[in-house]
C-alpha cells in the first residue's frame, strides 16, 4: 500500500492575521487623517485670504473716501482808502491879476434851409376824381373821400402812393392810387433852390352828383 502526499492548507498563525488587519486599520485612518487635513487646510486658506481681502479693499475705501481737507480760511483784504487829490495853488502873479481876458469870436450865424414842398404844376393839371369815378361805385352809391401819401420824385413824378386815411371803399381807394402813379405830375420839391424828393398828403373826394 503506497501512501500519496497531498498538499493541505495549513492555517497562518494567528499573530499573522492580526498584523494584516492592524495594518489595514492604520492605512484607513492614514487615509482619513489625510483627507481630513486637505479638507482643514483648504478651509484655513480660505478663511486667511478672505478677510485679508475684505479688508485690504474696505481699508483702500476709506482711504479714497476720505473727505477733502478744509479750504483755508478766508482772509478779506484790507480796506483801501481813496485819497483825496491834493491841489498846490500857485500864488498869483501880479500880470495874471491885471490881465483881461480876450474878446470871443463871435458864433456864426445859423442859416436854415429853404424849402418848398412839391406843389401842383398848372401847365399839367391833374384828373379830378369825377374822371376816375368807377363805374360800379356809382351805380352802387359808394362815396367818400380818401387821403393818399405820395412820393414825389426830383422831376415831379408820383413813385409811391400809400393810404394814408381810406375813404371806406376799396375800390374808390385803389382807383385813386393808380391814377395818382400813372398820371399825376407835380412842380418837384426843393431845399435851397435844388430839387428833392419829398412826400406830401393829397386828398381825394368821391361824391356822387345828384
Given at each position: 500500500?503506497?501512501?500519496?502526499?497531498?498538499?493541505?492548507?495549513?492555517?497562518?498563525?494567528?499573530?499573522?492575521?492580526?498584523?494584516?488587519?492592524?495594518?489595514?486599520?492604520?492605512?484607513?485612518?492614514?487615509?482619513?487623517?489625510?483627507?481630513?487635513?486637505?479638507?482643514?487646510?483648504?478651509?484655513?486658506?480660505?478663511?486667511?485670504?478672505?478677510?485679508?481681502?475684505?479688508?485690504?479693499?474696505?481699508?483702500?475705501?476709506?482711504?479714497?473716501?476720505?473727505?477733502?481737507?478744509?479750504?483755508?480760511?478766508?482772509?478779506?483784504?484790507?480796506?483801501?482808502?481813496?485819497?483825496?487829490?491834493?491841489?498846490?495853488?500857485?500864488?498869483?502873479?501880479?500880470?495874471?491879476?491885471?490881465?483881461?481876458?480876450?474878446?470871443?469870436?463871435?458864433?456864426?450865424?445859423?442859416?436854415?434851409?429853404?424849402?418848398?414842398?412839391?406843389?401842383?404844376?398848372?401847365?399839367?393839371?391833374?384828373?379830378?376824381?369825377?374822371?376816375?369815378?368807377?363805374?360800379?361805385?356809382?351805380?352802387?352809391?359808394?362815396?367818400?373821400?380818401?387821403?393818399?401819401?405820395?412820393?414825389?420824385?426830383?422831376?415831379?413824378?408820383?413813385?409811391?402812393?400809400?393810404?394814408?386815411?381810406?375813404?371806406?371803399?376799396?375800390?374808390?381807394?385803389?382807383?385813386?392810387?393808380?391814377?395818382?402813379?400813372?398820371?399825376?405830375?407835380?412842380?418837384?420839391?426843393?431845399?435851397?433852390?435844388?430839387?428833392?424828393?419829398?412826400?406830401?398828403?393829397?386828398?381825394?373826394?368821391?361824391?356822387?352828383?345828384k
Amino acid at each position: 500500500m503506497e501512501l500519496s502526499s497531498v498538499p493541505r492548507y495549513i492555517p497562518p498563525p494567528p499573530n499573522h492575521r492580526r498584523l494584516l488587519v492592524l495594518a489595514a486599520v492604520v492605512a484607513l485612518q492614514v487615509f482619513i487623517v489625510a483627507l481630513v487635513q486637505s479638507g482643514l487646510a483648504k478651509m484655513m486658506v480660505d478663511r486667511i485670504n478672505g478677510p485679508m481681502e475684505t479688508r485690504l479693499i474696505e481699508e483702500l475705501k476709506e482711504i479714497k473716501e476720505a473727505p477733502p481737507p478744509p479750504p483755508p480760511a478766508f482772509k478779506a483784504p484790507p480796506p483801501v482808502f481813496v485819497a483825496s487829490d491834493l491841489v498846490i495853488a500857485e500864488a498869483p502873479t501880479e500880470a495874471a491879476i491885471t490881465s483881461t481876458a480876450r474878446p470871443q469870436a463871435a458864433a456864426p450865424p445859423v442859416v436854415k434851409d429853404v424849402i418848398n414842398p412839391p406843389r401842383g404844376n398848372p401847365r399839367r393839371p391833374n384828373t379830378g376824381a369825377d374822371e376816375i369815378y368807377p363805374t360800379m361805385s356809382k351805380r352802387l352809391g359808394e362815396a367818400g373821400s380818401v387821403i393818399l401819401l405820395l412820393t414825389v420824385n426830383e422831376e415831379g413824378r408820383v413813385t409811391a402812393a400809400d393810404i394814408k386815411e381810406t375813404s371806406g371803399f376799396q375800390r374808390l381807394d385803389e382807383a385813386a392810387q393808380k391814377e395818382a402813379v400813372r398820371s399825376w405830375r407835380f412842380l418837384a420839391g426843393t431845399i435851397n433852390g435844388k430839387p428833392t424828393a419829398m412826400q406830401m398828403q393829397l386828398k381825394v373826394t368821391f361824391k356822387i352828383s345828384k
